[in-house]
């Protein structure tokens, strides 16, 4: 709705923002490629090796679920538990979008990254909903701890299916991940073509 007036009450400043996105990604040297190219190997490697299904960066990614689940409990039970996936995804997508608006290609990329990394995470969330082995978090009343996905698939009707559904979940990050790191690289070549 925010939107909506903003594109009719000032379509200049609507317009300004999508100008935005048409100027050149900034450049970055083939140092800041190598140094980025490292971290994100080194994690992939990492995730890879892990057999817990529990990252060190979801611990922040668990404080953004969590307080998804507060924001979004104004807006009835459903929203509420839907919450905590929502915002842990619109966190670093939005963050990614206001870098990719001011141009900045490793700021994006980093937010990119690790916004199809919490697919990670949330597969493994989702894997567990018949079995709910995981700890699980809450913030309000400890005696009433729900598994989100076991509330979601159950009333999908997809309880059934949660592991495989997890699977194509994590493969969705994974994917994404790797694409996320060649798209880096491959805004790295086309810079270096534009100064030539």
Same mark, same amino acid.
Request: aromatic fraction near 20%.
């Given at each position: 709705?925010? &939107? !909506?007036? !903003?594109?009719?009450?000032?379509?200049?400043?609507?317009?300004?923002?999508?100008? #935005?996105?048409?100027?050149?990604?900034?450049?970055?040297?083939?140092?800041?490629?190598?140094?980025?190219?490292?971290?994100?190997? &080194?994690?992939?490697?990492?995730?890879? !090796?892990?057999? @817990? @299904?529990?990252?060190?960066?979801?611990?922040?990614?668990?404080?953004?679920?969590?307080? @998804?689940?507060?924001?979004?409990?104004?807006?009835?039970?459903?929203?509420?538990?839907?919450?905590?996936?929502?915002?842990?995804?619109?966190?670093?997508?939005?963050?990614?979008?206001?870098?990719?608006?001011?141009?900045?290609?490793? @700021?994006?990329?980093?937010?990119?990254?690790?916004?199809?990394?919490?697919?990670?995470?949330?597969?493994?969330?989702?894997?567990?909903?018949?079995?709910?082995?995981?700890?699980?978090?809450?913030?309000?009343? #400890?005696?009433?701890?729900?598994?989100?996905?076991?509330?979601?698939?159950? #009333?999908?009707?997809?309880?059934?299916?949660?592991?495989?559904?997890?699977?194509?979940?994590?493969?969705?990050?994974?994917?994404?991940? !790797?694409?996320?790191?060649?798209?880096?690289?491959?805004?790295?070549?086309? &810079?270096?073509? &534009?100064?030539?």
């Amino acid at each position: 709705m925010f &939107s !909506l007036k !903003l594109g009719t009450q000032n379509p200049k400043l609507l317009a300004d923002f999508l100008d #935005s996105f048409r100027e050149p990604w900034r450049p970055f040297s083939a140092i800041v490629l190598v140094a980025w190219l490292v971290f994100y190997l &080194s994690f992939l490697l990492y995730a890879l !090796l892990d057999r @817990g @299904g529990y990252l060190f960066i979801d611990n922040a990614n668990l404080i953004v679920h969590e307080a @998804g689940h507060l924001l979004f409990s104004y807006l009835g039970e459903t929203l509420m538990i839907w919450g905590g996936t929502i915002f842990e995804l619109f966190v670093p997508f939005a963050l990614a979008v206001y870098f990719a608006w001011r141009r900045q290609p490793a @700021g994006t990329a980093f937010c990119a990254f690790f916004f199809f990394e919490n697919f990670l995470y949330i597969g493994a969330y989702m894997a567990d909903a018949r079995a709910q082995q995981l700890p699980l978090v809450t913030v309000g009343d #400890s005696d009433y701890v729900e598994h989100d996905w076991f509330h979601i698939f159950s #009333s999908l009707g997809l309880l059934q299916h949660d592991t495989q559904i997890a699977a194509f979940v994590r493969l969705l990050g994974w994917v994404g991940m !790797l694409a996320t790191i060649a798209w880096l690289a491959w805004r790295w070549k086309q &810079s270096c073509v &534009s100064e030539t």
